[in-house]
């Protein structure tokens, strides 16, 4: 991904080879990763047992949160597709236990149908 689309907010797939190195540390005995996709400086990882939000912080990027959902506590998610005035798409997740949905927004380049189909498969 080309530092014009990372300030547009496109997001890309990234390899999951790549992926598994710089987040082995992070995976549980017996979890594989699965998919990757990075918005900008942001990740959203798929395992075989969760959805791991990565939001890197700051200037330099070397705070980093690691937000672990087990696909078994989603309880609901939507997406919102970009539009003519309205150049983002929103995808919301709800998390049992919390009225307030995590929300992530992407550039309309990003196929927002993808990244839910990708959770669906999981979540479903």
Partial sequence: MGLF????GNASEVSVEEAQ??????LAPGEQLEKAYKLIRDLFIFTNKRLVLVD???MTGKKVEYHSLPYKSITHFSIETAGN???EAEMKI???GSA???EK?????LNIYE??????SYVL
């Fill in 115 to 120: 990244v839910q189909r990708v959770l669906a």
């Fill in 56 to 58: 890197k912080q700051g």
């Fill in 5 to 8: 689309d990372g300030l547009m």
């Fill in 85 to 87: 005035f309205d150049l």
């Fill in 94 to 96: 709800w998390v049992s």
């Fill in 105 to 109: 927004t992407f550039n309309k380049q």
């Fill in 100 to 102: 307030t949905p995590i």
């Fill in 21 to 26: 190195k710089e987040f082995r540390e992070l």
